[in-house]
């Protein structure tokens, strides 16, 4: 596999300050990666939380019992990785849906 570079951002939740709170990885992975190369970079990062975001293509939306989607707004994957394992995570515990203005 071709060298590509991947977009990142160090984020720092539960804080208003810089370099306070807990810092997070968000990866913006523009192909899809298999889990062992997720987990690698989560690993290099070293830091408590390794996120990656890829937008779902409109094929793969399945909102409704038709299998169409009913969601006007671009839909995301989600996955969280620490620096030994992935965490798995309910759609359910998450207390919010991301809207872009």
């Known amino acids: 596999m071709a060298k590509t570079l991947v977009k990142y951002s160090v ?10 709170g ?4 968000v990866c913006f992975p ?3 990666r298999d889990d062992q190369w997720l987990q690698s970079v989560a690993a290099e990062f070293n ?3 390794t996120c990656y975001l890829s937008r779902i293509a409109e094929s793969e939306a399945h909102d409704s019992p038709n299998g169409s989607s009913t969601s006007t707004f671009p839909r995301f994957r989600l996955r969280w ?3 030994v394992a992935e965490v798995i995570v309910s759609s359910d515990n998450y207390p919010f849906r991301c809207f872009e203005p």
């Not at 984020?11 to 306070?20: H, I, L, M, Y």
């Not at 807990?22 to 990885?25: K, L, Q, R, T, V």
């Open 11 to 20: 984020v720092d939740a539960f804080t208003e300050s810089p370099f306070k």
């Open 22 to 25: 807990n810092p997070a990885a």
């Open 30 to 32: 523009e192909e899809d």
């Open 47 to 49: 830091i408590s939380q």
């Open 81 to 83: 990785f620490t620096p």
